[in-house]
């Protein structure tokens, strides 16, 4: 029987983020940062930092749900198996075991994806650091780190985003990312960018290396119908792939498409992610958005593998997550089973220390998360 460690959970505390301007629009962000410990003293951080406007849930629902389990599990403590076999009798997942931590707490934590992601980095961060290891190191398990190459978002103004896809590509980056299907720029406006930041690109890479690919995301917003020849239009451009092209059903409904597509945030419906893995060859996505603050560590690395065994490809990104949740996307995406697509881990705006603007994401070295321990900090 494997041995049990019992982590006690500080009460949550709630604390401003600041203001992050996304798709147009002033987002007011709340974090709710928490603090779990050993019997030792060993620390692991989490944070919850929903985005307005993009999360199932906000910070008060966070606040709510972490302070309800702190509560709950005051004096007792939160249990979880120091090693799990698993049914051939070997050492189990890292998923398996963050996944038998929460399990007698999902009544709480269903509700709040972003504290339960938050306890998952905690949880992460300290069993890490407790086995001298990096986060990334740890969700891997025995598996070798991914190297990750780095995507970049473009800002929403236009001309920011013809002088930012220059400045990334002399940096190294190979795929810009790019929305579509916005209410305030016409198509016709959309091409016209599409094609000077192609020619921005190319003439700062000057042919010195391989083609810089644009990727479009239209977070569900193109039309069905119009769906087909828009995407067709935009061919041309050199673009990789359109993530998340359609709204609900209509994926699953939808032909055969002119561009490569991926699947974002139909993710979050476990029994919808199944329907788009059925989906016959040339309809189905062909890479995997993993948003780990949306969907939870342990479901990313459970859908990594399903996607692996299918031939899909896998790109992990942020959700503007703090410092902690930006770290955990960060070593998630080290931890694949597959070396994964350019991923959308550049820094943004939001984080209280940046890591450097680079091509590619460091080696991850620091014990656990490699976060100091500012939870109760403002």
Known sequence: MAALLHLTLDAPWRATAGTLRV????????????????TVGTVG???ALPLPGYSLDDA???????????ARVAGVGITVPDTLPDAAGSVASSAARLEAALASHAGLLDAAPSARFAL???????????????????????????RVPVSVLLPDNDLTAIAAAREAVVRGHTVL???IARADRAPGEEDALLASLRAAADGACAGNRGPVLLRLDANGALDPVAAPSRLAALVRHGVELVEEPLA?????????????????ESLADPSFADALFALPHG?????????????GLARCLILADAAAARGLGLIVTHSFDGDIGHAAACALACALPLPPWPCGLAPHPG????PPAQPWLPVPASPGLGVEDEVGAG
């Open 23 to 38: 798709r147009g629009v002033d987002r007011v962000r709340e974090a709710v940062r928490i603090r779990l410990r050993d």
């Open 45 to 47: 951080l989490g944070e």
């Open 60 to 70: 008060v629902a966070a606040e709510r749900a972490l302070a309800a389990l702190a």
């Open 120 to 146: 998952e980095c905690a949880l992460v961060d300290l069993l890490a650091r407790r086995e001298g290891r990096s986060a990334a190191q740890w969700l891997a398990g025995e598996r070798a780190l991914q």
């Open 177 to 179: 990312k790019l929305k």
């Open 248 to 264: 609900g059903a209509a994926l699953l409904a939808m032909p055969a498409l002119p561009l490569p597509w991926a699947a974002d």
């Open 283 to 295: 309809r189905r996505p062909v890479a995997l958005v993993l948003k780990p603050a949306q969907l």
């Open 351 to 354: 984080l209280r220390r940046p």
